[in-house]
């Protein structure tokens, strides 16, 4: 009999000394005081694909998906936060630019391209509105304009492609994911200076303005409040002057896009890095002192 409780307490021992052991197995390494690729992740990419494809660099998990070049835009369903679409430049004229959607959070990624109808030339930008709607924007032709893709179901398949806005590079997309007013809408713009909507959830784009200045690449827009009113605000931010010496404008709408006010004008970027054949480079790496523009609630 002691002989027995002598091996019962030797065994509860080790139990207690393997439960609480810093071991390589997913439920410990869960656990977030540890700062590595969880172990289910390891296991499902060495499991579906040889070599595994996430590699872990400066804390960010980096998921290997082919090298499709440039300048990659990616947004996220708002309905559901393991959705994501993203885009990125493509040499394929047919193309221009390459999509990736993900319904699980960045696990498995898909590649169905929309068939664009023209010669496509890339600068992606994406967006998806409140209803889980997505849409891609993308310079067409000798970049004359964009043309915009919609799909209902984040990228698996596209239902329409229509013509967006009119100029050159560059261009964006935002939608309206409030439950404001002006819920859903979708806001483009294109240098040099044309803003346009869809209120009818990307089937058709207006032009309601043209502002300026806008010389150089780089008109942005985003969606904020205007005090309680959700969605009551449109902010778009132009790009002007030199590149070396950029004039940003800041326009502001509280009537869906319809009309703009000129709010102000800074000098934020000037050189960044150092000129290199006429473009701003940091060592010879070309760089992008466009101004970006985002709002919060």
């Keep these: ?71 990659v835009h990616i947004s996220m369903n708002p309905n559901n936060p393991l959705e994501y679409l993203a885009a990125w430049n493509n040499l394929s004229a047919a193309l221009g630019v390459r999509t990736y959607g993900t319904k699980n959070g960045g696990l498995n990624w898909y590649s169905v391209p929309p068939t664009w109808g023209a010669s496509m030339n890339g600068d992606p930008c994406t967006a998806h509105d409140s209803l889980g709607n997505t849409f891609v924007d993308n310079l067409f032709g000798s970049v004359a304009g964009t043309k915009v893709a919609t799909s209902t179901d984040n990228g698996q398949s596209w239902s329409t492609v229509v013509p967006g806005n009119t100029g050159n590079d560059k261009n964006w997309i935002a939608a309206d994911q409030t439950g404001g007013p002006y819920a859903n809408n979708i806001y483009i713009t294109i240098t040099p200076g044309n803003f346009k909507r869809s209120t009818d959830h990307g089937a058709t784009f207006v032009q309601t303005t043209t502002l300026t200045p806008q010389n150089l690449p780089g008109m942005m827009v985003c969606v904020g409040p205007n005090g309680a009113i959700q969605g009551g605000s449109v902010f778009v931010v132009t790009n002007s002057g030199n590149s070396f010496a950029s004039t940003y404008t800041f326009f502001r709408s509280t009537d869906g896009g319809q009309t703009f006010s000129n709010m102000s004008s800074q000098n934020f970027s000037n050189y960044v890095g150092t000129n290199v054949g006429g473009r701003n480079s940091v060592s010879n790496m070309r760089t992008r002192p466009y101004p970006f523009i985002t709002a919060d609630n």
């Design 1 to 71: 009999m002691k002989k027995f409780f002598t091996c019962l307490f030797i065994c509860i021992l080790c139990l207690v000394f393997y439960a609480n052991y810093p071991r390589n197995i997913s439920a410990q390494w869960d656990d977030p005081r540890y700062d590595r690729v969880p172990d289910n992740l390891t296991d499902y990419h060495s499991y579906f694909t040889y070599p595994p494809q996430v590699i872990t660099i400066d804390d960010y998990d980096n998921f290997d998906l082919g090298i499709d070049f440039a300048e």
